[in-house]
C-alpha cells in the first residue's frame, strides 16, 4: 500500500493564479482532511470530507474549495492564490467512527506551496 | 471550544537520557483522545502513541510513554534513551470522540545533542 499520496510536491504561484491539489489514499478510509501547517500555530484543519460526494469546512475554509468525487481522492482547490496562502499542506484519512479505530488520522507526505 | 496548548517551544536533550514534553488541552468532554504525532525533517506526520481518555493506565509504545492526568487535562510525553532519529517537532493533539475532527497544539520541536 502507498498509504496517503500527495501531489505536487512544492508549487510556486503568483498572486492570482489558480491550482488544485490532489490527495489519494488506498486504504479504503471513508475520512479524508486537508490540514495547513504554518510556524508555531500547528496544523489546522481546511475542509475535510466523510465520505464521497460529502464535504464539510473546517477552521480556515476560506479561499479553498474543496471535492471528494471518489472515495480514494480528496482535491483542495485554490481559486484565486492569495501570498497568505503559503503554506505547507497536508491531507490526511481515516477510518469513520462505525469502523472502530478511526481516531488515527494516516497523513501525506506534504505540499509545500509558495505564493508571491 | 477545545483547545491544545504546548508551553515548549523548542527542546534539548542529551543522546541516551530522558525528555519530557508537556502538553495541557481544554474541553468539557468526558470521553476523547489524545495523542502525540511526531514531524521530522521529511515533514510527514508519523503517530507516536495515543491515549484514551476512559482508560487510566498510560499508554506506552517502545521508548515513549505517557503520563496522563485527566482531572488536570494534562497530557505529556516522555521520551526514553533518546535517539538522534527522535529529533523532529512533536505534536499533541486531541480528537473528541463522537466526531472525527482531531485539534493539533503548536508543537515542541526537539534537538538530539550527540
Known amino acids: 500500500n502507498a498509504g496517503v499520496t500527495q501531489t505536487p510536491k512544492f508549487r510556486v504561484l503568483k498572486t492570482g493564479q489558480s491550482m488544485t491539489l490532489l490527495c489519494a489514499q488506498d486504504?479504503?478510509?471513508?475520512?479524508m482532511y486537508w490540514y495547513r501547517q504554518d510556524p508555531g500555530m500547528g496544523l489546522r484543519l481546511i475542509h475535510y470530507?466523510?465520505?464521497?460526494?460529502?464535504?464539510a469546512k473546517g477552521e480556515v475554509p476560506d479561499g479553498y474549495n474543496v471535492s471528494r468525487l471518489k472515495k480514494q481522492n480528496f482535491l483542495l482547490g485554490l481559486e484565486s492564490a492569495a501570498p497568505s496562502q503559503t503554506s505547507v499542506y497536508f491531507c490526511?484519512?481515516?477510518?469513520?467512527?462505525?469502523?472502530?479505530?478511526?481516531?488515527?488520522?494516516?497523513f501525506g507526505p506534504g505540499t509545500r506551496l509558495l505564493v508571491l | 471550544a477545545q483547545t491544545v496548548t504546548q508551553s515548549q517551544p523548542e527542546m534539548s536533550v542529551q543522546e541516551a537520557e530522558t525528555v519530557t514534553l508537556s502538553c495541557t488541552y481544554d474541553?468539557?468532554?468526558?470521553?476523547?483522545?489524545l495523542f502525540w504525532y511526531k514531524q521530522p525533517p521529511s515533514r510527514q506526520m508519523i503517530l507516536v502513541i495515543r491515549?484514551?481518555?476512559?482508560?487510566?493506565q498510560n499508554a506506552t509504545e517502545n521508548r515513549f510513554s505517557v503520563n496522563f492526568q485527566k482531572a488536570a487535562k494534562s497530557f505529556s510525553l516522555k521520551i526514553s534513551d533518546s535517539q538522534l532519529g527522535d529529533a523532529a517537532m512533536y505534536f499533541c493533539?486531541?480528537?473528541?470522540?463522537?466526531?472525527?475532527?482531531?485539534?493539533f497544539g503548536p508543537g515542541t520541536s526537539l534537538s538530539v545533542i550527540p
Open positions: 491515549q484514551e481518555a476512559y482508560k487510566q
Open positions: 470530507s466523510v465520505g464521497e460526494g460529502t464535504t
Open positions: 486504504m479504503n478510509h471513508e475520512y
Open positions: 490526511a484519512s481515516s477510518y469513520s467512527i462505525q469502523r472502530g479505530g478511526q481516531e488515527t488520522q494516516y
Open positions: 474541553t468539557s468532554e468526558s470521553d476523547y483522545y
Open positions: 493533539a486531541y480528537r473528541k470522540t463522537s466526531y472525527d475532527k482531531v485539534i
